[in-house]
């Protein structure tokens, strides 16, 4: 769990644009900004939103767009850069333990975050929410391009782990020679997934980082980064939700006391990308217990 949150926290701080979508298709962008534009516009003037597992605040953007009236606050377990904390988000905080009292929020929202929560995590959605609020949950689908695509990616980069690349780059760096029985092992896992991308672009940073002034450092720390995406890519396809997932999400919010349905996100007629699930709180809340504890 730790190396996950450092992972993201690494990912976050490097995030030019705020979300994970920079390289999502323009027709999921464009169904993104329509599911967070309806809930901003059936909401009332003032309303507070919590955004659970915000990242760097891209839905507390694409909401405040067309209602600057509302008012977004972002969680995430991760560390978040200067441009998230000035969005609203706070950084540190455990979807499973919201630092929140019961009832505060008029909404609460995520996007493709909270199935990467701990178990316990929708319950806390729930109980900070105040009766008649709305939910607005987008997670990602098990079978879309994308968590296939980064299934993949991990795989490779997995392979070249355990085929010895960076204990290699390790060693060479300490001033070794390479281990020609090594080498023939990489180039295997190279040909075996050579149809991705990263088994030409690692073994390629980690040739040049050996050439650098600093190939101990230089290697230590693309080894790092290597290591932490494959923390994120492990999180993305384990999160990941089937229907049975889906089923299951749906089932506890309606024990928690909220009415919500699910629906695929789709693009290009018939590829599902997402799930979006949605409704709102009909439990009542005690009006003694709606006090908030903002951090």
Known sequence: MIESVEAWSDYWAESVDGCCLTRAPV?????????????????????????????????GVAINQGRP????????????????????????????????????????????????CPVGSIAEAVRVAAAGAQLRFICHHADSRAVRHNRDRCAAMMALFEAGLFALAHRVAHGAPEDETTVATIDAAC???????????????????????????????????????????????QAALDVQDVERMVGDLTLLGADC?????????????????????SRSVDAAATSCRHA
């Open 27 to 59: 027709a999921l962008k464009d169904s993104l900004l329509a599911i967070w534009r309806d809930l901003a516009n059936v909401l009332p003037n003032g309303a507070s939103i919590l955004d659970v597992a915000a990242g760097g605040g891209a839905v």
């Open 69 to 116: 009236d509302l008012t977004v606050t972002g969680v995430d377990s991760a560390a978040v850069g200067d441009k998230a904390r000035a969005l609203g988000v706070l950084g540190g905080i455990a979807a499973d333990a919201l630092p929140f009292g019961d009832g505060c929020f008029d909404a609460v929202t995520s996007q493709f975050g909270i199935e990467y």
């Open 191 to 237: 040909q075996a997934y050579r149809q991705q991308s990263i088994v030409e672009e690692l073994p390629l940073a980690l040739s040049q980082a050996l050439r650098s002034r600093q190939p101990i450092a230089m290697v230590d720390w693309i080894t790092t980064k290597a290591r932490r995406e494959v923390a994120r890519l492990q999180a993305m396809v």
């Open 261 to 281: 349905a699910a629906r695929l996100i789709m693009i290009d007629g018939d590829e599902p990308v997402a799930w979006l699930i949605s409704g709102s709180v």
